[in-house]
C-alpha cells in the first residue's frame, strides 16, 4: 500500500523543527504557503536564514545544500507595480524574474496592455492592502492575500537553467527570516494568475563565483591504467583545486564538473614504448575515441611516457569544444616562466632521456638537464614499482629523498614519473621540516599537481556567456 508522507500535516512538522528557541509557532504566511504547495503537489524545501530584506542581501544568508550563499540569480526577484488599464481601472501586478535582473517597465505595460506608466506600490500601501512587506513578497502569498486580484508576471529566464548541477530557486517563505527552494517552472504553473514573457532586463553584475565558468565547469576525461591510482590521484587533485579556486563559495560535489575515468590496464605496455609503439597506441586511440563519444570537452592523460602521442591524439580528438590537455607541455611551461636551469628529470629513460625521440619533454633540451647515469634511474624505476605495489609507502618515500640528496646534483627536480608523485604528495607536507633538510635545497617540481591545478583552470575558462562580472 502507498503511503501519502507529502501531506500538510507532515510538512508542518518539519517546519516546527525549524523554530528557534524563542520561537513558539510558525508564521501564518509561512504556513500558507506550506499548504499551496501541498495542495498543488509543488515539492519544496524549508529553510531558516538571517533576516533578508532584498535579494541581494539573501545571496550571502540564503542555505542550500549544506552551504550559506546562493548565487544572486538563483533568488527570485518579486516587486509589486500598480498603474491603469485602458479602460482606467486598477491594475495590480507582481513581476518575477531572477535576482541579478531588473524589471524593464516598458517591456511589462506592453505584455499586460497597461495605459499609463507603472509605479512600485509603496511598502506601507502593500502592508495595508495585501499584509505584506518588501522582503516578504513572493508569488504564492501574493495569490492567497490578494485572493487572486495581482496577477503574476514572470519573466522567461525562470525557465531557462542557469547551473547544471542544481536548477532550483530560493525565495523567502512570507517571512524575512524563512526561505523556500522549489522548481521555479512547477511553482508558476501552479499559481491560477500568472503569465510568463520577457519582461527583465540585466540589472546587477553577478561575483566571479556565479559566473558561468564557475557553475559549470567543462567535463573532463582522465585516461589512467599505468597504474590506475595515477588516474585516481589526478583526480583527487583537480577535486582538491577545484577547492581552493572556488574558496568559501565550494560547496562540494555540486561544484565540480563531470568526470569520466577509463583505467586501462594495457598501459603498462607504454614501460617499454620503444619495443610495444603500436600497441600501445591502439589502447590510447581506443580510450581517446570513447571520450569523445562521452563529449569529454577536456582530456588528461595520467601517465608521462603516453604524452609522446599527443600530437596524435590531438588529430583525433580535438576539435572546437574539445581539448587535449598535455601534462609535459603545462610542466615546461611552468619551468620557464619561473626560469629554472639546472634541472634532473626523474622518470622512465623513455621520459628522462631527451636524445631518445620519446620523451615529451624534448622542448627543455635547450636548458641545463642533467644527464642522469642508468642505474641511478633504474633506482627511481624500483620505487616506482614497489608503489604500484602499496606496501610500506614511508619507507620508499624515505629512499626517495636520500637517492635525490645523494645521486641527483640539480636544484630543481622534476618528478616525471607518476608513482614518484603519489608517493611525494602523501608524505611530503607532514614531513615538510625533515624534508627540507634532506632536500639540501633542491626544489621538487611536481607535475601531476602542475597539471591538476592547469586542468581545473581549463575546465573554468571559455563558459562566461553575456553575464558580467564584478570583483569580489
Known sequence: MFLNIFTYENELNRATALLKQAEDCIPHDVKNVIKHCVDNDVGFVLSRNVKALSCKD?????????????PLYDE???IVFKGNYHDGTEC?????????????????????????????MPEEELRERFNMEFGTVNPITIEINSKGFILNVFDVSITQMMAKSVDTMMTNAGNHTWAIEFDPVILMNSLKQSVIGTIAILDAELKPWELSFAINPKPIGIITGNGPDSGISLWNRINNHFNTELGR???GDISLPPMHIISLPTMGLSMELDKRNTATWETIKVAVELMKKNNVELLALACH???YYTDKIRELYESETRKFVSMAETTIKYVRKENMRDIAILGISHVANLDNGYSAYTQLKDLEIETIPSNVLSQFDEIGYAVKK?????????????????KIKSKNVIIALTELSIL??????????????????????????????????????????DIKSCPM
Do not use: W
Open 305 to 307: 611516457t603516453t604524452h
Open 249 to 251: 563559495h565550494f560547496v
Open 424 to 465: 611525494y604528495e602523501q608524505f611530503h607536507k607532514e614531513n615538510n621540516k625533515q624534508e627540507d633538510k634532506r632536500r639540501s635545497e633542491k626544489k621538487i617540481i611536481d607535475p601531476l599537481d602542475l597539471y591538476a591545478r592547469e586542468i581545473v583552470l581549463q575546465s573554468m575558462i571559455g563558459n562566461k556567456g
Open 92 to 120: 495590480i501586478i507582481a513581476a518575477h524574474s531572477r535576482g541579478h535582473l531588473g524589471i524593464d517597465e516598458h517591456r511589462l505595460s506592453e505584455l499586460c496592455q497597461i495605459s499609463d506608466s507603472l509605479t512600485i
Open 76 to 78: 527570485l526577484k518579486s
Open 390 to 406: 602499496m606496501n610500506d609507502l614511508y619507507k620508499y618515500y624515505q629512499q626517495l629523498l636520500n637517492l635525490i640528496k645523494t
Open 58 to 70: 539573501a545571496r550571502s544568508k540564503r542555505y542550500r545544500l549544506g552551504h550559506t550563499g546562493i
